[in-house]
T-cell receptor, first 116, second 113 residues
Framework: GAVVSQHPSWVICKSGTSVKIECRSLDFQATTMFWYRQFPKQSLMLMATSNEGSKATYEQGVEKDKFLINHASLTLSTLTVTSAHPEDSSFYIC????????????FGQGTRLTVV | AQSVTQPDIHITVSEGASLELRCNYSYGATPYLFWYVQSPGQGLQLLLKYFSGDTLVQGIKGFEAEFKRSQSSFNLRKPSVHWSDAAEYFCAVSTGTASKLTFGTGTRLQVTL
């Protein structure tokens, strides 16, 4: 099956610093990747959709300058949380798709971000 | 916009008992439908999916789900629950493309011995 690797699995950073999370498709080319955020005991909310080589499309209410998304290759997308604050602490999960209609996306294992 | 409703926030069942988790969606056409399971602190595992065809879908770990168009539902079932099934279960839908998902609020399953 298709494998998506997300790194790191967990990270603790100081308030005001930036953190980069990587999402890699290991055995397929992902033309589209998605980033979700999950607060404790809540559901997953889509943050943005990224297509290889183009700017990400952000969902309403998500600060694009706060959450920088780069999808520079067909196997890698990154999410950078800039100037992180404690309220950014959350579980971030990516998914990757080959982009064809009717093709499902495959999820990474998630990244637990704690900002102190 | 599409939406997904999981009416039950928390369900407790005894080990060996049957289970049904409810999921209703709101969308004009037939969406792509998914059930995922998430253990504490872990990522998502796909249990099963419905794209088209037979409305009764078999998944992993003994789970099945039935798509009922008339009720806009995609309920998850298991005939005999195991203690290891305790987790959070999410129903998700997608339209147009199967890859961009809208998740329900989740149902937390507790299994008593």
């Amino acid at each position: 099956g298709a494998v998506v690797s997300q790194h790191p699995s967990w990270v603790i950073c100081k308030s005001g610093t930036s953190v980069k999370i990587e999402c890699r498709s290991l055995d397929f080319q992902a033309t589209t990747m998605f980033w979700y955020r999950q607060f404790p005991k809540q559901s997953l909310m889509l943050m943005a959709t990224s297509n290889e080589g183009s700017k990400a499309t952000y969902e309403q209410g998500v600060e694009k300058d706060k959450f920088l998304i780069n999808h520079a290759s067909l196997t890698l997308s990154t999410l950078t949380v800039t100037s992180a604050h404690p309220e950014d602490s959350s579980f971030y999960i990516c998914s990757a798709s080959q982009g064809d209609a009717g093709t499902e996306a495959f999820f990474g294992q998630g990244t637990r971000l704690t900002v102190v | 916009a599409q939406s997904v409703t999981q009416p039950d926030i928390h369900i407790t069942v005894s080990e060996g008992a049957s289970l049904e988790l409810r999921c209703n969606y709101s969308y004009g056409a037939t969406p792509y439908l998914f059930w995922y399971v998430q253990s504490p602190g872990q990522g998502l595992q796909l249990l099963l999916k419905y794209f088209s065809g037979d409305t009764l879908v078999q998944g992993i770990k003994g789970f099945e789900a039935e798509f009922k168009r008339s009720q806009s539902s995609f309920n998850l079932r298991k005939p005999s629950v195991h203690w290891s099934d305790a987790a959070e279960y999410f129903c998700a839908v997608s339209t147009g493309t199967a890859s961009k998902l809208t998740f329900g609020t989740g149902t937390r399953l507790q299994v008593t011995l």
